[in-house]
């Protein structure tokens, strides 16, 4: 993969982050002053603190993108696939976990409350498969470039 | 230090090349030894893959500095290993130096583990060099051998060992490559009587050296310590080394050398002898590398550095940082709600209803279900969170990442007296103040992890968070985000400007320079990672246990005891039971402290109550302001929105629960413990009551 390529990548990767952790603080924004905009942007998450790093991997994707360097750029995306794969598998961890806690509230109170769709945004599930080609694409780089 | 071994040592070194004699000259049994290291050279993988993680943890006497001792069996001896803290020197300028120091110079130790990172192994060198003059029994490790392959460094280390005289182990401890010939050599090693006590020469100062140890010969010093050791330090300028010459009346007899040696450097060198020996030790160890280390040319860059173009970047570090913490806090916190519920659950159900079908008087019952039982459980709930929050640590310590936070945030938190490291514990504390008292173990610095330790309680935990909700809920309906966020905001704010008051005023002097090593990054081996954070979990169960079972046996006694004696378990559901326990006239002795506040004893109670767990302060308002049914209509009757703002704002800066204290106490002294209470409490009172005066001057 030539320096070129690795760029338009990580422009478009990066790009896709960025958008959608405009939208995850928006959403967020407006659900603080009382505007529900939840039918609208229901494959994105309200939480405007997960916004906020879901903007830093963005950021981390895009970096030094004015380099000639490609160690450089495939540093950029590797460290951040590996964020973004990292969060998804804690986001799953957390999600278990909830659910775990779903089934013993409703064991022992008779009552509880799990919306999958509200724990998992699509966002996440549409980017990891193209995280882990990512992930390995910049893992290649790197190892051919670095020792 | 071994006393018979320095007056006995042989004069023939079994350390050439790889000969290597085992004249059993002392009776099998119980060994000590040290390992040592600088930071970040893999001795907690060491440490752990030798015991098994069998370790037991606690203070090195009289400090905060943690303490390792782990035991092994090996041949016929049962093996004591005391982790010392990672140090560069062991001069006397840091608390971790000085006690790896004393623990080489001072206690009987057999022989000293040295660790060596192959990588860049010039300042790893110095430390064993240091140690080897104390006259210790020393076997080096030469640790991350894969790692110095793959940069292109190849040792001579049959070389090495020749000129160090004792044996170097080459190993890559985190793929437990090289344990089998460690043990070997530890065995031959304290089974020799080989000691080398002049790893290097100090060309024309040897003759300085020579003369102090001439004259402190007849002294009693000679049948403690290696004099030539003395010799050096005194040259170095060392004060405990001087002080304690001093106190045995000789170094009178040996300062006009010392004089004498400072002229001469001072007139050929330009430079005081105590630079200058450091300076004549680098030149030699540099001698020595040039020696033992074939560079092998290698035109690229290592994995590492090229991580560490984007991970040590000031531009990107923050990015980075926002994700890693956010995980940190998901996994410690978020996903432990199964676990922390589950254990919630069997004490405060299961366990209830086994207590309660026991054949035994229901007040009995009571005092084993709410007194005991209710403790151990309030301490276990925090379980998983500190079990998982420590091996997201470690985790995150393995692979290197740990050493890249410390040292891009140093330069930001230095200014307001924290340590780069300061910020794991804060942003922990956002979940709990426990574990983040408990991760300030992180910084190496005094006073910097003292003042992080103080100031973290203002991070407001995941307990406070019901109170909030609850009183901006009912108070601030239309604001209730914006409230809380004034309130997380606060609590940053707080804690910011009391570090910086805290070391302008009370912690001054200069703090420790901040040095660091940043490790190559690895993938963390899970075992290391598990039994490193198993030890200190069993710490926590122990020392926070002990003291949270006490203190809710004193509450619940409180509130089924009053003035008229005995009234029920049921005082605890029953309010106007309750107002005739102890606890009740408790708050009420407090009233007159939290009326001008616009709060009644009932708000004081929660508040004492609330020492127990934060979250408890709700359940004791519910309980208090008349049950579920009427309790939001009674709070509107019991406070203003002033009032209640002032109450929350009390509620996060108040005294941390009992858990926090706890750990507080054990980690860092009882002195520490009522300070944090006292300035706390001062801080919350001010704080509430400049909210009502405010509201009052502002009309509202």
Request: hydrophobic fraction near 50%; aromatic fraction near 12%.
């Amino acid at each position: 993969m030539e320096l070129g390529e690795v760029k338009i990548i990580k422009l478009l990767y990066g790009g896709i982050y960025l958008i959608f952790s405009a939208l995850i603080i928006l959403r967020g924004t407006l659900d603080i002053v009382g505007i529900d905009l939840s039918q609208a942007l229901y494959f994105v998450s309200s939480d405007i603190g997960y916004g906020i790093v879901v903007l830093s991997i963005g950021v981390i994707s895009i970096s030094y993108i004015n380099s000639e360097d490609i160690i450089k750029q495939a540093s950029g995306l590797f460290v951040s696939t590996v964020l973004s794969l990292g969060l998804l598998g804690l986001r799953i961890l957390v999600i278990l976990s909830h659910y775990l806690d779903y089934l013993l509230t409703q064991s022992v109170e008779g009552e509880g409350l799990f919306d999958l769709t509200s724990e998992l945004s699509y966002v996440e599930i549409y980017t990891s498969i193209i995280t882990i080609v990512l992930l390995y694409y910049a893992y290649r780089i790197l190892r051919r470039y670095t020792i | 230090m071994n006393i018979h071994r320095l007056i006995h040592g042989s004069k023939d070194c079994p350390y050439s090349a790889s000969k290597v004699t085992s004249d059993s000259l002392i009776i099998r049994g119980k060994l000590k030894i040290a390992l040592a290291g600088i930071p970040n050279t893999g001795k907690s993988v060491v440490f752990n893959k030798l015991t098994g993680g069998r370790a037991w943890v606690g203070n090195w006497p009289g400090t905060t500095v943690e303490k390792k001792v782990g035991r092994f069996r090996l041949d016929s001896y049962v093996i004591s290993v005391i982790d010392l803290p990672g140090t560069y020197t062991l001069s006397p300028d840091s608390i971790d130096q000085k006690i790896a120091k004393d623990v080489i110079t001072e206690e009987d130790i057999d022989l000293v583990v040295v660790l060596l990172n192959a990588s860049n192994i010039e300042r790893s060198l110095y430390l064993l060099i240091s140690i080897l003059e104390t006259g210790a029994k020393v076997v080096g490790i030469l640790n991350f051998m894969d790692i110095a392959d793959k940069i292109g460094i190849k040792y001579d280390i049959d070389k090495l060992s020749d000129i160090l005289k004792i044996p170097i182990v080459p190993m890559v401890a985190v793929k437990n490559k090289g344990f089998d010939i460690l043990k070997k050599r530890i065995v031959e090693s304290v089974e020799n009587e080989w000691i080398n006590t002049k790893p290097i020469n100090y060309n024309e100062f040897e003759e300085y050296i020579d003369r102090i140890v001439e004259r402190l010969k007849e002294s009693d010093i000679s049948k403690r310590y290696s004099l030539r050791w003395i010799a050096i330090k005194l040259l170095e300028n060392d004060r405990d080394v001087i002080e304690f010459i001093s106190r045995q009346g000789v170094y009178d007899e040996v300062r006009s050398i010392i004089l004498e040696a400072d002229k001469y450097a001072l007139e050929r060198y330009s430079k005081h002898i105590d630079a200058l020996i450091p300076i004549i030790r680098y030149q030699k160890i540099n001698a020595i590398l040039d020696q033992v280390i074939h560079k092998v040319a290698v035109a690229k860059k290592s994995f590492s550095d090229a991580l560490d173009d984007i991970l040590t970047c000031y531009r990107y570090a923050i990015f980075i940082l926002i994700p890693v913490l956010y995980m940190l806090y998901l996994f410690s916190f978020e996903a432990a709600v199964f676990l922390s519920d589950l254990i919630d659950v069997i004490f405060s159900v299961f366990l209830s209803d086994i207590i309660y079908s026991l054949p035994f008087q229901v007040d009995i019952l009571s005092f084993i279900n709410e007194g005991i039982l209710a403790g151990v459980g309030s301490v276990l709930v925090f379980l998983p969170n500190i079990a998982l929050l420590f091996i997201g640590i470690s985790v995150l310590e393995d692979v290197g990442y740990l050493s890249r936070v410390a040292y891009l945030l140093d330069r930001i938190l230095s200014k307001v007296g924290l340590s780069g490291k300061s910020i794991i514990p804060m942003i922990l504390g956002f979940g709990c103040n426990v574990p983040a008292v408990m991760a300030t173990r992180v910084i190496e610095d005094d006073k910097a992890r003292l003042i992080t330790a103080m100031i973290s309680p203002f991070m407001s935990c995941s307990a406070r968070l019901p109170v909030y909700i609850l009183f901006a809920g009912i108070f601030f309906p239309m604001h209730m985000g914006l409230v809380i966020l004034i309130l997380y905001l606060t609590g940053v704010v707080v804690a910011i400007l009391y570090s910086y008051l805290f070391r302008r005023l009370v912690f001054r002097g200069p703090s420790l320079p901040f040095v660091i090593e940043l490790p190559p990054y690895l993938i963390p081996d899970v075992k290391n990672v598990l039994l490193k954070s198993w030890v200190r979990i069993k710490e926590f169960v122990y020392r926070a246990g002990t003291i949270i079972v006490l203190a809710s046996i004193v509450i619940w006694l409180l509130s089924v005891f009053g003035p008229i004696g005995y009234l029920g378990y049921t005082s605890l559901e029953e309010p106007q039971l309750l107002e005739e326990s102890w606890i009740a006239y408790l708050g009420k002795v407090f009233e007159p402290l939290v009326k001008p506040l616009g709060w009644d004893w009932r708000a004081a109670v929660a508040l004492l109550t609330g020492f127990i767990a934060k979250e408890v302060v709700v359940s004791t308002l519910a309980v208090l302001y008349g049950g579920e049914a009427v309790f939001k209509a009674n709070l509107l009757n019991a406070f203003s929105p002033v009032s209640a703002f002032a109450y929350i704002i009390f509620v996060l800066l108040y005294v941390p629960c009992i858990a926090t204290m706890a750990v507080l106490r054990s980690e860092f002294g009882n002195k520490t413990m009522i300070f944090t209470i006292i300035y706390m409490m001062l801080t919350a009172y001010i704080a509430s009551y400049i909210v009502v005066v405010l509201a009052t001057l502002l009309g509202v």
